[in-house]
């Protein structure tokens, strides 16, 4: 699934799935706004409302549930396989 096809601001889904790589996790027992303030600023510098930008994330977290499962199914044929030769490196 294209993130960015599946929802109306192609714009705002590539912003959020770059600039949620680079959030870090604030350190433990602390609050943090990063999130909040990341897709605060991306919306408006995309101009993109609300109702766009919950179909964005749904579509984004959609995407990264079937990608898990592709990866998934390949890693279980490479488990169950006798000859590892071809296991990433």
């Keep these: 699934m294209d993130v960015r096809s599946a929802v109306g601001s ?4 590539q912003q ?9 996790p604030p350190p433990r027992g602390e609050s943090d706004l990063s999130l909040e303030l990341g897709l605060s600023l991306w919306m408006r510098q995309t101009a993109t409302d609300i109702d766009d930008a ?13 990608f898990a499962a592709v990866v998934e199914r390949a890693l279980g044929q490479m488990r169950s396989r006798k000859d ?6």
């Design 10 to 13: 192609p714009a705002f889904a």
């Design 54 to 66: 919950g179909r964005a994330m749904s579509a984004a977290t959609h995407a990264q549930c079937d």
């Design 84 to 89: 590892h030769s071809f296991a990433l490196a």
């Design 16 to 24: 959020v799935l770059q600039g949620i790589a680079t959030i870090e």
